[in-house]
């Protein structure tokens, strides 16, 4: 019995064309994860150059501490997903490696969510909510957090995804029901990993730079 006949499904009959589908699937995936985000920074662009006095008031109100340690959190973990991708193409004998890092990659996930609740709770503390009970007064300052509770939540509902998809495939390692070689599940789930990480690269500097650099 071949070793990816296990891995095999409705409707392939080769398993390298499944592979190749669900490869070329998840590309297609991410360029369209790409454009919805990049629709998001183009409209944040528009509003920056129409205010941008207001967007450095409201950037210089963000908290770039939580900013930057979940910046490093989402850098570490996509080194622990890289870690068990690289592993789990090398064969069955680093399972314990990849077990580890894909646990390790969901734990960083977590600890990220965890510490953008303590920035939000300080946001709504702040009144950085936009309504009839936001802080700032500048023209334009309510455009720039109406964005950031919208780019951020989407980002944090694709993290959540990732997190699931992650601890799937830890707790399958972890009770040895994982399949190592040539299985695309790893590297299509580290793919998705690695666009949420990159993503939030480009999110860093619109949200927590303004005002602070020039």
Not at 50 to 65: K, L, M, Q, S, Y
Request: hydrophobic fraction near 50%; aromatic fraction near 14%.
């Amino acid at each position: 019995m071949s070793e990816t006949t296990g891995l095999l499904k409705e409707p392939w009959a080769h398993f390298e064309r499944q592979r190749g589908a669900g490869k070329f699937g998840i590309w297609v995936f991410l360029a369209s994860e790409i454009l919805f985000f990049g629709a998001l920074m183009l409209t944040y662009t528009v509003c920056r150059i129409d205010h941008p006095t207001a967007f450095a008031v409201a950037g210089r109100e963000t908290n770039i501490w939580y900013g930057t340690i979940n910046t490093a959190i989402l850098i570490t973990s996509s080194l622990t997903m890289a870690v068990a991708s690289q592993a789990a193409a090398a064969g069955q004998h680093f399972r314990r490696l990849i077990t580890s890092c894909l646990a390790a990659t969901a734990m960083l996930g977590l600890v990220f969510l965890m510490v953008k609740g303590f920035e939000y709770n300080e946001d709504i503390a702040k009144h950085l909510v936009p309504g009839s009970r936001f802080a700032l007064k500048e023209t334009g300052a309510q455009l720039f957090y109406g964005w950031y509770w919208l780019v951020t939540g989407v980002h944090a509902i694709h993290l959540t995804i990732g997190i699931a998809l992650v601890i799937r495939l830890a707790l399958l390692g972890y009770f040895d029901k994982l399949q190592i070689d040539k299985n695309p599940e790893i590297e299509v789930t580290g793919l998705y990993w690695h666009l949420v990480d990159v993503i939030w690269i480009f999110l860093y500097p619109l949200i927590y730079l303004p005002g602070r650099v020039s």
